[in-house]
């Protein structure tokens, strides 16, 4: 499920699951800045995935996606399944804030000794000031700042607002935020680049340096894309990257058949507590019971596909 901003906000921190994440996975750190001029962290950890438009020093809106939830760092590892890890500490960090290797996390026989803080204390009440500029509010004459906070033409943003290309960054305007609604829709999904060029997320294509889409068209690491290929796990989007289609030969082979091509049927078991998707995905079983007729609609923008008549169509959900 999506994981949005808790309230307006910086990003400070992108951490992708490594060997010096403390178990949190894919996590986000966002900095708010309170009436009193003092700043509290909110973190959001364990994720699926991360949006690729967002980066460090990005300012973020109240209700604006930060990634999708899922049990990448130690979630699923640790058999606490898919979950969102949330936070409110005094340090952009994905430790303990105070050094304290013995505190981990909130807890009410310790109430904010350790840089830790209540989410219950602050969730409805953080009322922040806007010590940043806004997105679309005037820096000069003729001029407007963009999504990152840069000053740029305001007739450049509105020629390329809704253009057809999503305006990421790459080219010197970032209008992937709410204020242009998306660059007006075009980084919905991707569509292209004010190059004239395309960049359509196809899995197994290159979206930078050193990383490639994944079977998401999330962008992700290319060399642990490629050392999770065929290890022996599934790697169905529970640790961070979606490797189930052909461009990965279904996971190399580890999440069922492997090749374009097979007589398994959606709803079959696929191995210990899986099941094929709609796409013949392997997926987690206990996901799929658990999606199908919950209200969503899953087709495949959360990394399982459940709309034909195996799953009743998403128990509903898609119709």
């Keep these: 499920r999506d994981i949005v901003s808790t309230n307006d906000g910086k990003v400070v921190r992108i951490e992708h ?15 708010h800045v309170l009436e009193d001029g003092s700043k509290i962290y909110s973190s959001y950890s364990h994720l699926a995935s991360i949006e690729s438009n967002l980066h460090e020093g990005d300012l ?10 899922g049990g990448s760092g130690s979630g699923v590892s640790n058999k606490w399944g898919i979950h969102l890890h949330f936070e409110l500490k005094d340090q952009p960090v994905t430790d303990n804030p105070s050094g304290d290797g013995q505190h ?13 803080h209540d989410p219950n204390a602050f969730i409805n009440i953080i009322s922040v000031q806007s ?24 007739s450049t943003v509105s020629n390329w607002t809704g253009d057809g290309y999503c305006d990421d960054g790459s080219y010197g305007v970032v209008l992937t935020c709410p204020t242009f ?7 919905n999904s991707s569509t292209g680049d004010d190059s004239g060029g395309s ?29 999770w290929t065929g290890d022996g796990y ?33 709803g079959q078991s696929c191995g210990n507590g899986q099941v094929y998707d709609c796409n013949l995905n392997c997926v987690n079983s206990g996901t799929a019971t658990n999606w199908t007729g919950d209200g969503y609609c899953d087709d495949g923008s959360y990394g399982l596909v459940l709309t034909c008549s195996a799953f009743s169509n998403d128990g509903g959900d898609c119709n």
């Design 199 to 227: 960049s359509n997320g196809v899995p197994g294509q290159s979206c930078g340096t050193g990383q490639v889409y994944d079977c998401n068209s999330n962008c992700v690491s290319s060399s642990q894309a490629s050392s």
């Design 131 to 154: 010590s940043y500029p806004s997105p679309g509010a005037s820096c000069g004459n003729g001029l407007i700042y963009d999504c990152s906070l840069y000053c740029v033409s305001a």
């Design 104 to 116: 981990w996390g909130y807890m009410p026989t310790h109430p904010d000794n350790f840089g830790y």
């Design 17 to 31: 699951m490594s060997a010096n994440d403390h178990g949190m996975g894919n996590n986000v750190i966002v900095e």
């Design 60 to 69: 973020i809106e109240k209700g604006e996606k930060i990634g999708v939830m």
């Design 234 to 266: 599934c790697d169905d989007g529970s640790y961070g990257m979606v490797l189930t289609c052909s461009a990965f030969n279904n996971d190399g082979g580890d999440c069922g058949f492997s090749g374009g091509s097979s007589s398994n049927s959606p």
């Design 181 to 187: 609604n998306n660059d007006g829709g075009d980084c």
